[in-house]
């Protein structure tokens, strides 16, 4: 007997009666296959690598609505996409991981030097020829000798303004 064939029997009179006869139903149960949204969304979640997880699933849900409309064939096809999506979602994320793990100390012993070296610079203080780092914070006495002046005097200049030149 086949998957998609039963055979039913059918009753008729007594058992000695009649002969027996046999019919043969197909029941078509066509299985349009899994959508693969729980893996999408994993992907979306975790693995979404260019945005490959994000599309994949959309192909997902795409598919379960096909198969809700009763397109077995389309909800394959996108099912299809949605599943080699995740694949490619799921290979490159992990590579990418993989590349990611032993380039973490070199990184944060680079910016460990970087420190460092800016520290010594700060401690030796300005080299000639070499200009300072720039101050996040103005030099107080700039400030009361620009706020001093009188815009009428720029011209003359600091040391004629105060009758000092």
Not at 14 to 41: C, F, Y
Not at 143 to 149: A, D, K, P, S, Y
């Amino acid at each position: 007997m086949f998957s998609g064939e039963q055979e039913v029997a059918v009753m008729g009179g007594p058992a000695g009666s009649a002969p027996m006869k046999n019919a043969v139903i197909n029941i078509q149960t066509e299985n349009p296959g899994r959508d693969h949204i729980v893996w999408s969304l994993f992907n979306t979640l975790f693995m979404n690598i260019c945005c490959l997880g994000f599309v994949a699933f959309d192909y997902s849900v795409e598919s379960k609505d096909q198969k809700m409309v009763g397109d077995i064939t389309g909800a394959q096809s996108h099912a299809s996409t949605a599943k080699c999506l995740n694949v490619w979602a799921l290979v490159l994320g992990l590579l990418l991981t993989i590349t990611a793990l032993p380039a973490l100390p070199v990184l944060l012993w680079f910016c460990r030097f970087l420190a460092s070296s800016r520290e010594q610079q700060l401690k030796q203080g300005p080299r000639i020829g070499v200009p300072p780092f720039p101050r996040s914070d103005p030099d107080p006495r700039a400030l009361c000798v620009q706020n001093t002046l009188d815009p009428r005097d720029q011209a003359v200049g600091w040391q004629g303004a105060a009758g000092l030149g």
